[in-house]
């Protein structure tokens, strides 16, 4: 069974950059399609804010394209998302998550996804 763990959260100035990092185990990332989902404090779940698809393909939400990389690096089988010019309002926990499919829409609904991460912090603050 597929396992997801998110790293590389913490705290950054607006403007600044971080790199998220979704490390897989138990199943080959190619498989799936694999989205990132956040939650801001005292918010609902907003999201996929960003796919990857198996297939190469992706889809970044208008908050965030632009400023949001995601990426696969299949030799460590992990999804990265890399965050550039953050603001205050990107201050969320975010999570990874697999499923249904190897390629995804971003209208399919969270309750579809099959695996989901821990979640890692991100706080952007001056």
């Known amino acids: 069974q597929l396992q997801l763990v998110e790293s590389g959260g913490g705290l950054v100035q607006p403007g600044g950059s971080l790199r998220l990092s979704c490390a897989a185990s138990?199943?080959?990332?190619?498989?799936?399609?694999i989205s990132w989902f956040r939650q801001a404090p005292g918010k609902e779940r907003e999201g996929p804010i960003c796919?990857?698809?198996?297939?190469?393909?992706?889809y970044y939400t208008d908050r965030v394209k632009g400023r949001f990389t995601i990426s696969r690096d299949n030799a460590k089988n992990t999804i990265d998302l890399q965050m550039n010019s953050l603001q205050l309002e990107d201050t969320a926990v975010y999570y990874c998550?697999?499923?249904?499919?190897?390629?995804?829409?971003?209208?399919?609904?969270?309750?579809?996804?099959?695996?989901w991460g821990q979640g890692t912090q991100v706080t952007v603050s001056s």
């Open positions: 796919i990857s698809n198996s297939d190469g393909t992706s």
């Open positions: 998550a697999a499923g249904p499919d190897w390629k995804i829409v971003p209208s399919t609904p969270a309750d579809e996804y099959n695996y």
């Open positions: 138990g199943r080959t990332l190619d498989y799936y399609a």
